[in-house]
């Protein structure tokens, strides 16, 4: 007997994570640049540390909210105010264990075995396969791409639904391609998902990360309360604490309970502490969050002068996030060319095969670092290049 066939089919068939694959393969190597995860080089800012340790020194370390301290709720409350000009009662936030969590949750109360998940690709793999170990089914659709940089078909959307659709999941600004949905296709998608009552999985966790004017546009902008959309967001990447695995929910306050009842049976709830700190982020890290925008926007544009000046990569700018989605004239196959740049170029990228549909030529570069890191690393790279 075979063991892991006891397991149940979804378990089985989740895939190994293309990026992790090229991490494991490189993580040792002395003087590798890392470029491949979707992370930043700073450490949590100590405003947001001292607060957590000032709680884990006052004992929260009981059992506590469910759904999050109230104090976090409505700190949320009050970065929905400031950034995006609503306001919403702390009933409407779920404080998760991650916005990998978030995610998990949203498919739970929305998909289950043999239904249908309909998401943008190129995506960050873990939404398909959260899905499908869900039991759930993931369709994607691919963003076009053209001189004019990636685009969303919203037709090709809408040809991909059927009977069994229950969802649409749109990461806006996109990671990995940085594709950012104007206001304008936020609305035809919200009427084919009001059209065909359908829920929308909005994850918009780099909507702070735009390089136009302001934040990215937001279902927020345009939708009513009664809209069936799920808003799933991440401390991660705001206020540097990706290992602090905090994330929320942004629902009607109708479906309280039902999430609550969802982290019960999943996490119990986010360490106290630890949500102090999330606190001290949204109330005190808005400065930070300016700073942060600022230094990708100038990393982005270094990697992407030397980059293009090579010739052989090919790109659009992204307007949102903090990746570089490229391809290289000649490479076909990038998971081996991520392999061999980790060896020839002691770079780190992430694979495209990784981002499923649409991205298999691609390479993702992760430029939310230091500038001369990035200098060297994109020098590298362009070294690296002339060789294929």
């Excluded at 039991?135 to 659709?141: E, K, Q, R």
């Excluded at 991440?234 to 695995?245: D, E, L």
């Excluded at 109708?254 to 969802?262: D, I, M």
């Excluded at 002691?346 to 990784?354: E, H, K, S």
């Amino acid at each position: 007997m075979i063991l892991s066939e006891t397991l149940r089919a979804e378990a089985r068939a989740a895939p190994e994570s293309g990026i992790v694959a090229v991490v494991n393969h490189g993580r040792l190597r002395e003087g590798l640049i890392p470029l491949w995860a979707g992370e930043g080089d700073l450490p949590t800012p100590s405003f947001i540390s001292d607060a957590a340790a000032g709680g884990l020194a006052n004992g929260e370390t009981f059992y506590t909210w469910q759904k999050g301290i109230p104090e976090l709720r409505q700190a949320l409350a009050r970065y929905y105010a400031r950034h995006f000009g609503q306001r919403f009662a702390e009933e409407e936030f779920i404080v998760t264990g991650s916005g990998m969590h978030a995610i998990q949750l949203a498919i739970d109360a929305i998909a289950g075995s043999g239904d249908e998940v309909v998401y943008l690709s190129p995506a960050w793999p873990n939404f398909a396969a959260a899905a499908g170990v869900a039991g759930a089914v993931p369709v994607p659709v691919t963003l076009d791409q053209s001189g004019n940089g990636w685009s969303c078909d919203v037709d090709k959307i809408a040809a991909a639904i059927t009977p069994r659709t229950k969802a649409l999941f749109i990461n806006t600004p996109s990671n990995p391609t940085g594709w950012t949905a104007d206001k304008e296709t936020l609305q035809a998608i919200l009427d084919l998902a009001r059209t065909k009552k359908l829920w929308i999985i909005a994850d918009e966790i780099y909507a702070l990360f735009h390089y136009g004017h302001g934040r990215a546009p937001s279902f927020l902008d345009i939708a009513t309360a009664e809209d069936r959309i799920l808003f799933v967001n991440s401390f991660s990447k705001n206020w540097a604490m990706t290992g602090w695995r905090v994330g929320w929910i942004k629902t009607h306050p109708a479906l309280q309970q039902v999430f609550e009842n969802l982290i019960q049976y999943s996490t119990s709830g986010v360490a106290q502490f630890m949500q102090r700190g999330a606190v001290a982020a949204l109330d005190e890290g808005d400065g930070f969050i300016v700073e942060q925008v600022e230094r990708a926007r100038a990393a982005r544009d270094l990697v992407c002068d030397i980059l293009g000046a090579t010739g052989k990569a090919r790109f659009t700018v992204p307007q949102g996030a903090f990746y570089l989605f490229f391809t290289v004239d000649g490479i076909t196959d990038s998971r081996a060319a991520a392999f061999d740049i980790v060896d020839n170029a002691n770079v780190g990228l992430a694979p495209g095969t990784a981002f499923g549909p649409g991205g298999e030529a691609f390479l993702r570069l992760c430029f939310h670092r230091r500038l001369d890191q990035l200098e060297e690393a994109a020098n590298r790279l362009a070294k690296w290049m002339k060789t294929v």
